[in-house]
């Protein structure tokens, strides 16, 4: 953007690109606001005013007016399932941010007319039926309706999905079929599966029926993962953390990303998890790992960052919240201890899925044992992921042995099934965020998308921050809740630590990573309703524009069209974007309300003193007079 008042001048170390005229939040305590900063090779060369960054202005450089938009460091989402969701991206149909169920259906149906023979429409995660206006799921008789003859699988979080007929039969799912360990098909007075799967409490129902539907394959695969990251990328995100997952195999499905390394094709940042696959066979794929590489081993575009989320698949619970905690295996500690004693011996840092306090109280224990041989705390970064229901007591174990926490905002999406089951005064400190941070614990922020949550971290950061679900549904009181700093601070800082990158990313500094995002709206100002709606015009990584809208459309970098062309994607895109709220609307309802409320205190506060009847006001309408 040609920018006034900036001649080039520098011949000798030039930027390759300065942002100005912004409002630099820059999360580094020596300098925390800004107005203007300069990137080259990659790396942040000034952070100051326009006066500091116009001697590095030369005849190549690209400045970009900010127009006094928010600037801040990009966000890293601490537990993203980045690999596995790029390998599907443009085979789903996205109901992220969508308001109502018959707008989903419509698009469904839309979207059953163009997908050929052999292909599924695919609703998997991103969405919760408690954000819809008629709060409740799809039926099978709906999709059935909406797609007679084309497979339809729509995914529930992890507590359940819908079949319509034809993808019962592409299933295999008759009468006949037995129902899974931990799973159930809901059956009808004659036998046959009416369509609904429930996790009970295990997704692995949920996960092997969608592993049933066809793949991508060669170039899709890579056309496929690059739009997820620019769709990432809209929303600022610059770095993420693969937490692995279920179906997601070593080396076979991480092969994209490394080839997209290779080609310098990757727009995000990646440090990835591995995850034994297979019950059974845990240690020797552990073992067979630490063989093959190390952590740290990459770049500042790919590296591996330890093992995990799950170790051993007996100590993993399930977070199936409409269902009872799962009981774990008495004795699951034996392979247990041997995994994690492999990995800190070894110098290998891991993450655990852990949802229950129950299940962590257990690890624990473990690794209380091992520190006595030294082994804890020994430098090996681990954090245990979720920890919905964590104790106090347990916080303090995990502090003691130089744990760290990555919370991840799934209550946005099952926080009513939460309050259901384990009433207010739980559902207030799930997760109890406050503790966490109060005993010095690093706390990265995330999604856990795509399955359950949305992979948008302005929905996360909307939750860290009111404590309320996408039903709008408060279950966080005030003293669980964070401020915008600090919540701003687990999406760039503390996501930096839980990596080892604290010395290179995270903060706008001179010699860090050029990293950053020019935000739709002003976070720190905006109102609180309208966190949630936040983009990013422009997100910079390593001073590569990899995305650009309104004024700055067509600075990013032009991808392939999706392929294939039948894609939901090439037609819906990704996260359906709804108007932030403003002054009117459900706003003004709520300052309404706050009117009324103020003036009932200010009548009791003249009847205290005399000066009106100590009786409250009845209005009169003599429409409705006898």
């Known amino acids: 953007m040609p920018v006034g008042g900036l001649v080039p001048s520098a011949t000798d170390n030039a930027a390759d690109l300065v942002v100005r005229n912004a409002k630099i939040h820059t999360g580094d305590p020596a300098r925390p606001q800004a107005e203007a900063i300069a990137v080259r090779d990659g790396v942040i060369m000034v952070v100051g005013d326009d006066k500091d960054v116009a001697p590095r202005v030369g005849p190549a450089t690209r400045v970009v007016d900010a127009l006094g938009r928010r600037v801040v460091p990009g966000l890293n989402d601490s537990h993203l399932h980045v690999i596995r969701g790029g390998l599907n991206y443009v085979l789903e149909l996205r109901w992220d941010g969508v308001p109502t169920l018959r707008q989903g259906l419509a698009m469904l149906r839309e979207q059953a007319a163009r997908t050929p023979k052999g292909q599924w429409v695919r609703v998997v995660g991103g969405w919760s039926a408690e954000q819809f206006a008629e709060r409740r799921l799809p039926t099978v008789a709906e999709l059935n309706a909406a797609a007679p003859d084309t497979p339809v699988f729509v995914l529930h979080l992890y507590q359940s999905a819908v079949l319509n007929r034809a993808a019962l039969k592409a299933s295999g799912y008759t009468k006949d079929t037995p ?24 997704a692995l129902i949920l996960y092997s ?22 769709e990432l990328n809209r929303f600022g995100l610059t770095s993420a953390i693969d937490a692995a997952g279920g179906f997601q195999n070593f080396p076979e499905n991480y092969s994209t990303v490394v080839e997209l390394a290779k080609a310098g094709e990757l727009s995000l940042r990646i440090a990835y998890h591995l995850f034994p696959q297979t019950a059974g066979q845990e240690l020797d794929d552990l073992a067979r790992w630490i063989e093959m590489a190390r952590p740290e081993d990459g770049d500042e575009w790919l590296r591996l960052n330890g093992a995990g989320e799950n170790l051993t698949w007996a100590a993993a619970d399930f977070e199936n919240f409409a269902q009872p905690r799962p009981e774990l295996a008495p004795g699951y500690e034996a392979e247990f201890e041997k995994a994690v004693r492999l990995l800190m011996e070894n110098g290998w840092g891991f993450r655990l899925h852990a949802t229950y306090d129950d299940t962590i109280r257990r690890d624990l224990a473990t690794f209380e044992k091992l520190a006595a041989d030294g082994l804890f705390p020994a430098g090996n970064r681990w954090l245990f992921d979720h920890a919905e229901t964590v104790s106090a007591d347990s916080l303090d174990r995990i502090a003691a042995l130089g744990g760290a926490m990555s919370v991840q905002n799934r209550l946005s999406f099952q926080g009513e099934a939460f309050l259901r089951r384990y009433g207010p005064g739980a559902a207030a400190d799930a997760p109890p965020i406050r503790a966490m941070l109060e005993r010095g614990l690093t706390v990265g922020a995330g999604t856990d998308a795509t399955r359950v949550s949305t992979y948008n971290p302005w929905i996360a950061l909307h939750w860290l921050i009111t404590g309320r679900t996408v039903g709008d549904l408060v279950m966080r009181p ?8 600090t919540a701003l601070s687990m999406f760039t800082e503390a996501g930096a630590r839980l990596t080892g990158e604290e010395g290179v990313k995270g903060v706008l500094r001179p010699g860090f990573l050029g990293d950053l995002a020019v935000l739709s709206e002003d976070y720190f100002t ?32 032009e991808l392939p069209p999706v392929s294939p062309a039948w894609s939901p994607v090439a037609h819906f895109g990704g996260y359906q974007a709804t108007p932030r709220i403003g002054p009117s609307g459900a706003r003004q309802a709520e300052l309404l309300g706050q009117a009324v409320a103020e003036s009932e205190q200010h009548r009791q506060w003249r009847a205290r003193r005399g000066l009106a009847p100590d009786t409250a006001s009845t209005v009169f309408d003599p429409c409705f007079s006898l």
């Open 179 to 202: 129902d899974p360990k931990g799973g159930q098909i809901v059956r009808g007075r004659d036998g046959e599966p009416t369509g609904m799967l429930l996790a009970a409490p295990s």
């Open 526 to 557: 905006v109102p609180e309703p309208d966190i949630a709606h936040i983009e990013s015009l422009l997100t910079v990584v390593g001073g590569r524009i990899v995305y650009a809208a309104a004024e700055y459309e067509g600075l990013d970098e």
């Open 478 to 485: 005030p003293h669980n809740r964070v401020d915008r700093r």
């Open 209 to 230: 029926t969608l592993a049933k539907a066809p793949v991508l394959e060669g170039e899709d695969k890579r056309t496929s993962t690059r739009h997820f990251l620019r």
